[in-house]
């Protein structure tokens, strides 16, 4: 780093946690006290020996961060160490000093397979660096209570809003109700350890065969996601005989439901039928909207045509510096879900 020798590039381990705290209040404000208290746990520090996540220090304050979640990747059947990018800032006065890539290529060092979804800015840095986009992640949202919707609250009052709610929920209310088959069996209830574990099993059993690179959810994946995950308070898993999910109910803006982890990801009947059943258990929780993420094109457009549905096309990059995995990963088709990644920590 001849260029920028006041600039030390080191673990986040390497200063002081009131400094990195800073950083964080600089860099990500809306999400202050939650990092505060799980930068680790979201990073999985533990996964690379406290050696990430990845930070830029100049005269004992931090200027840049590299985020990182780690996680085994299955890739045509072999196991592969792998990991999202995630939280990649740089404070505004030290951009365009190529400092985001230094950052980048230090960063791609950790893991065999890189993976991450970025906006319109990062992915700029990626591309230069020879990471690979691909537009085939659909992140689909299923309106309840619509104006309640966050987008709403910041254009309309509470009283226009009320009112088109009242308009618009009878519409839905009856798309929901048909979709629903609610004479069948289902529940939705708190997550619990043994609720939990009947969730896993049924998703091991399900597990696709098909050659998908997607997540390895070991037990030691299972029990650190879920089970010691900062939010497990709020998880709620929905239940038929052979169909299960792990939710989140949360309120950080406005009430709405992320479907993190389903127990069979391309079951598109079941996944249609969950989602209007949560929609109608939204209408009497003041639920204002569902999340789902697919890579499966035909599940998003089934939810666009048959649901109340938008969908989001997000920008999903991947890289790795070994020649041979680089070239295994533009060959196949990846298989995330709202589990991976961090998008139930971003508002």
């Known amino acids: ?122 992915i700029g840095v990626f591309k230069k660096l020879g990471w690979q986009e691909v537009f085939n992640a659909y992140r689909t949202l299923i309106f309840v209570h619509m104006f309640d919707h966050p987008g709403f609250v910041r254009m309309l009052p509470k009283f226009i809003r009320k009112g088109l709610n009242f308009l618009i929920i009878p519409f839905l209310f009856t798309i929901y109700k048909t979709r629903a088959k609610t004479s069948q069996n289902y529940s939705i209830s708190k997550l619990s350890d043994d609720s939990f574990l009947d969730f896993y099993e049924l998703y091991k059993m399900k597990l696709q065969k098909d050659n998908t690179t997607s997540t390895i959810r070991d037990a030691a994946y299972a029990k650190w996601r879920i089970l010691q995950s900062p939010n497990k308070e709020r998880y709620h898993i929905y239940s038929t005989e052979d169909f299960k999910a792990v939710i989140l109910i949360h309120n950080n803006h406005s009430m709405y439901i992320d479907v993190l982890w389903v127990s069979d990801n391309a079951n598109e009947l079941q996944i249609k039928r969950m989602i209007a059943r949560l929609g109608i258990y939204g209408f009497k929780n003041n639920i204002a909207y569902i999340r789902v993420l697919t890579m499966r094109k035909n599940i998003a457009d089934s939810l666009k045509i048959r649901i109340f549905t938008k969908v989001e096309y997000l920008r999903f990059a991947y890289y790795s510096k070994d020649k041979s995995i680089f070239e295994e990963m533009k060959a196949t088709r990846f298989d995330f879900e709202l589990i991976d990644s961090d998008f139930e920590h971003i508002k």
């Open 1 to 122: 780093m001849k260029e920028n020798q006041e600039i030390e590039l080191k673990s986040a381990f390497s200063v002081s946690e009131n400094e990195l705290i800073e950083f964080y209040r600089q860099a990500f404000n809306d999400r202050i006290k939650q990092l505060t208290i799980y930068w680790k746990w979201l990073n999985r520090t533990d996964y690379f020996d406290n050696k990430i996540p990845l930070v830029m220090e100049k005269n004992g304050k931090v200027i840049a961060h590299a985020g990182m979640i780690p996680f085994d990747i299955s890739l045509n059947k072999n196991k592969y160490k792998a990991a999202w990018f995630i939280d990649f800032k740089i404070l505004d006065e030290y951009q365009r000093q190529g400092l985001g890539g230094i950052l980048t290529k230090e960063w791609v060092n950790y893991p065999d397979c890189c993976v991450t979804f970025c906006n319109h800015k990062s």
